[in-house]
């Protein structure tokens, strides 16, 4: 019988193969009865430990002390065949098995996501909050209201993936050069070692706002590299590139908690204010639009916010017809 290393088994089971890797397995399995079950043996002990991983809701204590009264009761009533399984190198190897399942479900239940990522693809969600989450690989995502994205970091790939689905998000990453992070929002694809940025896809347009380190944005095999304090938006249907030097670190308030103003235009600061609260606030008078404002306001109430504008800036703020107008 011809031996199969266990890895590229368990590479063919999480179907991560390549073609000539996954018919290798497969003529393998089909040659010999004896491939055949040791197959089906190694693929039984991934799917347990696979199960054990996704179920994470267990009562240890009375999972445990049903184990030992169906043990003791076993032992009290086993025939002394049964007694010599229980010191055969069989029963050793089961039971070292079984430890392994169990430490493995024990350790998973610490990870993020309950390690899930290793197997599969995770979904993030974020509603009517800004949510932070760690990833397995220690990497923090904070992803702002209504941001929907996916994740994976299987065993056997080479890369680290996320898959932006709507939203925007700051991303903190690890660093590993031996497995870049790459995330996918539409066409346009970034790719990093370990570095901090922020990702928005509003309608076509893909905005990429790079804090440390460098990123790699491409689309349609066009590239461009970004480095601190850069940003660049992509028409996903034009595949258009756009650099430039963001105006201001409003756009960061939903992971700082804060709207930075330092000398920037009052239209500025109340497109962010409408963006983040979902409210719908004019400016009525052309020259207020272009006043500047320096000030630091909480990511907590509008209205105390709002309240805060009036003060500094001496405006007059009324609601009418669903709107706020600044005059």
Known sequence: METMNEEKLIKYLLQ???????????????????????FEKIKWIWDSSSLLLEKSEVDEN??????????????????????????????????AITLIFISAWVYSAFLPQSGRAYFSSVELQSEDTPIEVPLLDGTAITLNRNTTLSYS????????????????????????????????????????LGTSFHVKTTGNITEVIVVTGSVQVEIDGKKEVLR??????????????????????????????????DEIRLQELVTSLNEAYDSNIEIARE?????????????????????????????????????????
């Open 16 to 38: 991560e193969s390549d073609a000539e890797e996954s018919k290798a397995v497969q003529d393998w399995i089909s040659e010999d009865e004896a491939n055949q079950k040791q």
């Open 62 to 95: 009375q999972a445990w002390q049903k184990f030992t009264e169906l043990r003791n009761k076993k032992i009290d009533t086993a025939p002394k065949q049964n007694q010599r399984f229980l010191q055969s190198k069989l029963f050793r190897v089961a039971a």
């Open 153 to 192: 970091q299987k065993l056997f790939t080479k890369e680290r993936k996320v898959t932006l689905e709507n939203g925007e998000a700051f991303f903190d990453v690890k660093r590993n050069e031996q497995k870049p992070f790459v995330i996918q929002s539409e066409a346009v694809q970034i790719t990093v």
């Open 228 to 261: 601190p304090e850069e940003k660049l938006s992509v028409n996903q249907e034009s595949g258009e590139m756009l650099k430039t030097i963001p105006s201001n670190n409003l756009y960061n308030y939903y992971v700082s908690k804060k709207f930075q103003a």
């Open 287 to 327: 020259e207020l639009k272009d006043l500047a404002i320096t000030t630091t306001l909480e990511y907590d109430s509008l209205d105390k916010n709002l309240e805060v504008l009036r003060e500094t800036l001496n405006l007059t703020i009324i609601r009418q017809d669903g709107k706020i107008i600044i005059q």
